[in-house]
């Protein structure tokens, strides 16, 4: 089992970024996007469930980033707008079969990507 992530970059304050994740070798029921800066701990950051398309995101990026995807091909994309030097960080693909309490958690999710790196110059 395979996540293959793209799309991360260099990007002014206020741009935007699109980062793509696709899975190989395997079904899941929920897609994520978690994200880790220096010093500090792994952070949710989106989610999207397959059963019914339920998307869920973290408090620090709700209503600037958006998470899509593609349940036929196990793919899903996140939209990042209005990005902030705060947003600086390595971007984490996840998919796994979580529970509705663990959507949000690090624990809900068995496959990871390599990590994309993102940052936001200000």
Known sequence: VQLEESGGGLVQAGGSLRLSCAASGSTFGAMAWFRQAPGKEREFVA???????????????KGRFSISGDKTISAINLQ??????????????AAGRPILSSIGSIRGYTTWGQGTQVTVSS
């Open 80 to 93: 990042m707008n209005n990005l902030k030097p705060e947003d600086n960080a390595v971007y984490y693909c």
């Open 47 to 61: 989610a999207i469930r397959w059963n019914g398309g339920h998307t869920y995101y973290g408090d620090s990026v």
